[in-house]
């Protein structure tokens, strides 16, 4: 196995100095923090990935969670990340003191989760989805419902869930059937069966306190009708004991890759004896459950990101490490009297490393913004803060939760590329970074539903209000970076860009102003590819502006190399990356609509 | 599991109509087949395939073949595929008439094999070494040698491999070591490792024939001291009885996919008492190895698409049967009220599906045309005939290997994604295609490897003659399709991608000429994506151009949305996955170079 899954001097480079999280640190909220905690906290956190997640990660691929006569078992380091990570306040950190958290920015535990996730992306998700159930309930329950859960869920003694989808459903929520019936005393029975509930069920915790999607009788049909509540494993007697809730583990999934992490079929009310207590008002559920979803995305991207990063480190080592073949002289010839090269030498293979960088940290970089805007947006010290940060945040959100998932993929298969045969082999790790990040782009709704989200929804919100702010951002990027020559011409292929989204979306715009929906979404998905790549390539001009003027200055924080190297990797997305935007552009203009069904036509 | 994994009519159609192998049939090698001979031979290939290999693709990657006390154990179907699939002539068929085989043209035999892939890709491996081997064995070896091993092998009772990698020289065959020492009694004493031996071990066969590279000592260094030697895993004595060579099994090497074919580790000479026996001349094994290298990478190439065939009708059915959302009407919304649609009436979903379509279509008629160009090198009536079919082999292997291989992947990857959660369930068959066809772009020479060999070998080849004879093929297609007005646009547009790739040869070329090989072959790999997307925008016209010729004639051999399908499918590939290669272009032709290392520079 790899030694190295992280570069903490780039995650550290990219929040302090890129991203300023010292700045973030003046507002009130944070004040009791200042950089040497927050470095403490990242450190404890690599020290406990070193410890207790990085030895496990094959093993937890080789032995996959199971289900079993009506209970889900799981590898025991599930116990290890949610009481002793627990204990180290990796639950709580970003929430309220009064509900026991360290009220650190959402920047500083993003990065602290990363360095989990790169570690053993099957483990950081049953912390991550106790975390959204807290947060929900705290948002939206009454008081005496967030006293009997909040605490012991933070504090990792209980786990948490989303129960959103079932089989008939999908992502298609309008059609969600379970079935919750008010009862005199305060609670509702429910009634339904739920799939792919992530962290749904282990072993080792005394409860698990699920936060599911139903309908209440006579409810309207669609998203309009449907009702969140707490339905806990075990409920809560006055006494303080537990008795179950006539919640079933039906079923565990197995999957192709995060093997570890269970994805459980539960079922509710079997016995007619499951209770549910009502988060917000009635009807309103799904509105609630948005409020965790953009949090919820940012996870999805960032442990893409950092299942990118970990395969990256694996195979830069290989490629140090391994001899094979010669360099060309010039008469296209090998010298065979000459020992072989490091098979980092060749261009073809450099390539696709610096491919993964350029991912790896682009995404990086990406994940870190949105947690910023999302710390920004709750620390707003005004209204039109507020809703300046929030647009951004939506802005970019679907993007944040897409390129980590979709060219962290992309360059997880580079990588495996770069160990020939065996990154294909079981011995090696890639193969499995290759299989776990592939779920990415499903989890928190898919490329396609992103992609609709984006250019349907955040594109034309505001009569495209919010795009005009993220292209400011955009453009305060390339003034900036403007003043270092050695950067212009990136700057001048990055202005193109924004000038070529502009052309695109006069394209596309006249098609839903007349109604036809469809024409206008149908290539979202190539929209999605395009725009992600402006803004990440925006995100590499910011480092490398950053990095070239910590150069110009003699900046001796980081070494010169570490320096240069940003930015020849921000020329290679832009020399190899950003360029794939033309034929986005292309397709995207083309008027023709073979992918729009015709009347009466057979795809065979 | 779905019911379907290659459809024999687009199969049929390409073979027949679109490559018109019944023209072949004139010549006199194959004089004894017809139409309906080959369409039995395709039809029983269909029915074994329906009964021994598709029922038992799944059992096979749930129970991988493994190594136990010096012995391969694989699964009972390579026992069937070997002897059964050996009766039915699936090993001998493209043989001469004289060492037991049918004499059918190779682009039926492709055919066949393909229906066989689709069906399990797992299991064609075990006899398409076997017939590898008997080919250099016919092609090199002397009589007595042929006679003691081809007639076992082609009829399915030996096995055969190719043993070339060693774990010291991967990819670069200059570095083997395994040494031959020539013995007085004519044989040569064999020691060394080899590795990734495909189909190297199994319990069921009584014996394997190991075709292996080695060096003869003193033998010069480099790929120009190589031999290729017969090393049986057993030796038949006089008396017709078996006895063992010295030949171990050292392990087998666990895979992330394809589990069900072997993949081993073989130690010749261990108790120095291995045999080896010379094919053709000594220090004149590479090239004897190479004779067969056409026909492996064809081999890769049609599995490749096979298994992205075998995906694509998964995931259609899927989209057929799933119903999950609703179409947008023209104020944006849903109504709720309606019932779901299917999911195959969703634009992105179609979009899925029709880039699954192109690229397996595209890629089965890339190969059936490879096929075909063997078949008429082989059977070539001058030598000027023989030069210009086996150019233009030559030219377009490498893209046969990588295109199925790479596209293939991205198109099993979309597939998957059809299918939302359950595409990344062990329940659903989606991610198992995922899983297994990330192996082609690994054997038989990378991706990086085929790259080289396309822009460094195959352009240059004979100054340019080969890509001359390549286009004005290209062009005939054109000129034919231009007769019809429905395809005009797509005739513009590949001719400009001809263009296109003759501007960025000559913004490479000064490279070369100059001796800079390093940066004429930096983007090698880009070219190869730019360049297959041309060849197989080719295909795609000639398919069009045949269809339109029906539909105009009314042709009723297949119904007219068969036809229109095809056209419709072409037009998704011209406008969807051709106008990448405006980005390959730029990316080519930019004059930076930084992906080639720069003097006492490190990579981050």
């Not at 929900?136 to 329950?141: K, S, T, V, Y």
């Not at 939760?401 to 082999?425: I, M, R």
């Not at 790790?429 to 299989?435: F, G, K, S």
């Not at 992103?450 to 009569?463: F, P």
Request: aromatic content about 10%; hydrophobic content about 35%.
């Amino acid at each position: 196995m790899a030694d190295k899954y992280v570069d903490i001097d780039t995650l550290k480079y990219l929040l302090y100095d890129v991203h300023e999280l010292e700045k973030l640190l003046k507002r009130e909220r944070f004040v009791d923090h200042d950089k040497e905690s927050l470095d403490m906290f990242l450190d404890s956190s690599k020290d406990f990935a070193d410890r207790e997640l990085f030895p496990y990660f094959k093993e937890m691929d080789e032995n996959p969670a199971f289900h079993k006569d009506g209970q889900v078992y799981v590898h025991k380091q599930v116990e290890t990340m949610m009481k002793k990570g627990g204990e180290l306040g990796f639950i709580s950190s970003s929430f309220d003191y009064e509900v026991g958290g360290l009220q650190i920015p959402l920047m500083a535990s993003t990065a602290s989760s990363y360095i989990l996730d790169a570690a053993n992306n099957h483990l950081p998700g049953y912390a991550g989805l106790t975390q959204g159930a807290a947060e929900l309930i705290i948002h939206f329950a009454k008081k005496d419902l967030l006293d009997k859960y909040v605490p012991e869920m933070l504090a990792g003694n209980w786990g948490g869930t989303m129960c959103l989808t079932e089989p008939q459903a999908g992502s298609s929520l309008s059609d969600i059937v379970t079935k919750a019936t008010p009862h005199e005393n305060g609670y509702y029975n429910i009634s339904g069966q739920k799939i792919f509930i992530s962290a749904g069920d282990n072993q080792y915790l005394d409860n698990i306190v699920h936060l599911v999607l139903a309908r209440v009788e006579g409810a309207p049909k669609g998203t309009k009708g449907i009702s969140l509540f707490i339905v806990p494993k075990n409920r809560k007697l006055d006494d303080g004991s537990l008795e179950p809730n006539d919640v079933t583990s039906v079923a565990d999934f197995q999957k192709m890759g995060q093997k570890g992490y269970c994805t459980t079929h539960l079922g509710f009310g079997d016995k007619e004896d499951c209770r549910g207590w009502l988060v917000g008002e009635e009807n309103n559920g799904l509105r609630c459950m948005f409020v965790m979803m953009n949090a919820a995305r940012i996870g999805v991207g960032r442990a893409a990101s950092a299942i990118s990063s970990a395969a990256y480190y694996a195979s830069l080592q290989y490629a140090n490490e391994r001899p094979q073949g010669r360099k060309l002289s010039s008469d296209g010839k090998k010298n065979v009297e000459e020992s072989q090269s490091l098979i980092i030498e060749h261009p073809d293979v450099r390539r696709m490393l610096l491919l993964q960088k350029a991912v790896v940290e682009g995404s990086m970089s990406l994940v870190l913004l949105a947690a910023k805007y999302y710390d920004l947006e709750s620390t707003a010290q005004s209204k039109e803060e507020k809703i300046k940060y929030n647009t951004l945040l939506e802005m970019i959100i679907p993007v944040v939760k897409t390129y980590p998932s979709d060219a962290g993929a992309y360059s997880v298969n580079n990588g495996l590329q770069v160990l020939g045969g065996y990154g294909f082999c079981s011995d090696f790790i890639l193969q499995q970074y290759y299989r776990d990040i592939r779920i990415s782009a499903i989890y928190e709704g898919t490329t396609g539903i992103q992609s609709q989200d984006l250019l349907g929804r955040k594109i034309t919100m505001n009569n495209g209000e919010g795009l005009k702010l993220l292209l400011a951002e955009i453009i305060e990027t390339i003034t900036k970076a403007s003043n270092y020559p050695e950067l212009k011409e990136y700057c001048d292929s990055l202005s193109k860009k924004i000038k070529l989204s502009e052309k695109i979306l006069q394209t596309l715009m006249p098609y839903a102003l007349k109604g036809d929906f469809e024409k206008y979404l149908a290539d979202a998905s190539i929209f999605m590819e395009f725009f992600s790549l402006v803004i990440v390539g925006w995100n590499w001009l910011e480092i490398a502006a950053n990095s070239q003027e910590a150069l110009k200055n003699g900046d001796k924080k980081y070494s010169e190399i570490f320096y240069k190297s940003k930015i020849e990797t921000m020329k290679y997305f832009f020399e190899y990356e950003l360029p794939k935007t033309i034929s986005h552009s292309e397709i995207i203009m083309n008027p023709s609509s073979v992918t729009i069904k015709k009347e009466g036509e057979i795809l065979i």
